[in-house]
């Protein structure tokens, strides 16, 4: 049994961040700045227990969807005449561990096989795995530079091509990526924080009110982990059709001038390197706003989701000074 996602306490930037990329991921990614024990993992966990089951091909390694993009195994059946089946399955949280060798991300071909028998076998990595899950990164600072590349660019491209001496095999790598890191434990390349979609902080809670709440709600849910899931239970479909919901209409609500506008008066105004910022602005602004049923974009959805989609990208400084940063993005808007 997994902890109802609606039940944990306060944290709401980054539920919000995790729940945006559901509804559009092409957002790129969360990074969870914070301490230890701040229910990262769990939060990750329970959001994806929550989703909807979504429709793959049986069988297939890579949880390729019916439409496509397809894997080259599946397209292999397909021109071969072959049914593809359809099954439905929950959503995963692909963990990647530290220290994690380069072939064990993007899987490997049987080199040999294919020149003695003309035949692909192909051994998937996590990277099949994570296709169209989340890939969950703990400590992603202490991860090897060139392993975070390879993360990066396979989920900006959607694709993973393993090639070698002229025989290659891919597959779709569409995965919302979630990174955590302390800030205390070493810092992230300043080009790597850029590629992240959203960046989200999470508090250990000081507020003695809510502490009292997250230790009865833990205590009720050990001692009884069913009955406490009833109890939520109404609570956890009513947020699942929201994120269904707005997973339709996001692409529906417009792209107008004036919204372009205004998210470049936005960061036009602050100190950032290229048009990344103002692409994940726009659409986390719309992600939101179809989030609050909402059929265009207003001012207060770019407000909201300002903080998560900047703090990051903000002139390199010590991250001390971002949280500074922060402040200097709130005088922006309450200076409008
Ligand atoms: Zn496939």
């Not at 229910?39 to 297939?60: F, M, W, Y």
């Not at 091509?161 to 979630?178: D, M, W």
């Not at 302390?182 to 810092?187: A, I, K, S, V, Y």
Request: charged share 30%; glycine share 6%; proline share 4%.
């Amino acid at each position: 049994m997994i902890y109802p996602f609606t039940a944990i306490v306060d944290q709401e930037e980054m539920k919000l961040g995790l729940i945006l990329n559901v509804i559009d991921p092409s957002i790129g990614g969360v990074l969870i700045m914070g301490e230890k024990g701040t229910a990262k993992s769990t939060s990750v966990r329970a959001l994806a227990d929550l989703l909807p089951e979504i429709e793959v091909v049986e069988g297939c390694f890579c949880n390729c969807a019916s439409e496509g993009p397809f894997c080259s195994a599946c397209l292999e059946k397909i021109e071969n005449n072959e049914n593809l089946s359809v099954e439905k399955v929950k959503m995963r949280v692909v963990e990647l561990p530290l220290g994690v060798t380069e072939d064990r991300v993007v899987g490997t071909l049987d080199i040999e096989r294919a020149i003695k028998y003309g035949e692909k076998r192909f051994e998937p990595g996590i990277l099949a795995e994570a296709n169209r899950n989340f890939l969950y990164v703990d400590e992603i600072n202490l991860l090897e530079d060139h392993i975070v590349d390879l993360l990066l660019d396979s989920a900006a491209m959607g694709i993973n091509v393993v090639e070698r001496e002229g025989v290659s095999f891919k597959h779709p790598a569409r995965y919302i990526l979630v990174g955590t890191m302390n800030p205390e434990e070493g810092e992230l390349r300043p080009q790597l924080l850029d590629r992240f979609g959203l960046c989200v902080q999470v508090n250990s809670l000081k507020e003695k009110s809510l502490r009292v709440e997250v230790l009865k709600r833990k205590i009720e849910f050990d001692d009884d982990p069913e009955g406490f899931y009833k109890e939520w239970e109404e609570k956890q479909i009513e947020l699942r059709n929201k994120i269904i919901r707005a997973k339709e209409l996001y692409k529906k609500i417009p792209i107008t001038d004036e919204v372009i506008e205004e998210v470049v008066k936005i960061t036009s105004q602050l100190s950032l390197d290229g048009h990344r910022a103002d692409i994940v602005l726009l659409k986390a602004a719309r992600a939101y706003a179809a989030f609050m049923e909402k059929t265009s974009i207003t001012w207060e959805d770019l407000e909201k989701v300002a903080p998560l989609c900047l703090r990051h990208r903000l002139k390199r400084l010590p991250f001390e000074e971002i949280s500074g940063e922060t402040e200097k993005l709130k005088e922006l808007f309450r200076s409008k």
